[in-house]
């Protein structure tokens, strides 16, 4: 009994914890770029149940089966589906068709995005909304106003001359990105090298985010439902426990 309340609770802290996923992928439904996340469950190891002693030819052990003591959130996963692309027609705003990420450069060192809502700082550098450079194969990108041209490969001009070329790179394994806020990813796998971008830059557009709200709303209700039922489950285990303590041992 005290063994199946630890089980339905470790079921409670899974679903809450999909839950807190869910909210915010809602809360950044509007956020360009954003990559949605997915809460994935495991169970833990299970353990076999042995019969021990009893019966008239002595002492002995007889396998009963097996038992499972619940389930945890082993890892959170980024989908980098790509999301809708929509047409600004401002010359800052860049969007990427296809897997990769422009490459910031940040205090904390290169951080990567899918944001391309970029701007001008007053040094004349192309920046993120927050203010970080974004790189190009040559280092920080200087232009004189927002009159410039990137095309699909991601070259800059600017008065008919060439500028610089975003460092738009792309990863072999993505699973090793992490989410640092702000809708940056870090590579956490110094073996997980970029490598080369092959699809397409837009200048004039902006991807927005991945969310889908009917499937995010499918999983926040089926979360709460599960959490529902695993606390109702405490509940007649404990309403049984009670029984056990407070009548059945008086008899």
Do not use: C
Not at 80 to 85: A, L, M, R, T
């Amino acid at each position: 009994m005290i063994r199946g309340m630890y089980t339905a609770t470790t079921g409670m802290i899974q679903q809450a914890r999909k839950l807190d996923t869910v909210a915010n992928n809602l809360s950044n439904i509007n956020t360009n770029g954003y990559k949605r996340d997915r809460a994935i469950n495991r169970s833990f190891d299970d353990e076999l149940l042995l019969r021990m002693g009893g019966g008239s030819q002595g002492s002995y052990s007889r396998r009963i089966g097996n038992i499972n003591h619940g389930v945890y959130i082993d890892e959170v996963v980024t989908s980098f589906e790509q999301g809708n692309v929509n047409q600004t027609y401002k010359n800052t705003d860049v969007a990427l068709l296809g897997q990769g990420f422009f490459t910031i450069l940040t205090d904390e060192g290169v951080q990567y995005t899918r944001d391309g809502s970029f701007t001008i700082d007053s040094f004349g550098r192309l920046t993120t909304a927050e203010g970080w450079p974004v790189l190009g194969e040559q280092g920080e990108i200087y232009l004189y106003g927002d009159d410039f041209t990137i095309d699909g490969h991601g070259n800059i001009a600017q008065d008919g001359l060439y500028i610089d070329t975003l460092l738009v790179v792309d990863f072999d394994d993505k699973d090793t990105l992490r989410k640092v806020g702000d809708n940056y990813f870090i590579n956490t796998d110094g073996d997980n090298q970029p490598v080369q971008f092959t699809g397409e830059v837009r200048q004039g557009f902006l991807e927005g985010s991945n969310v889908e709200p009917i499937r995010e709303i499918v999983d926040m209700m089926n979360a709460t439902r599960a959490y529902e039922t695993n606390q109702r489950l405490i509940k007649m285990m404990d309403d049984t426990l009670s029984k056990a303590v407070n009548e059945v041992g008086r008899v």
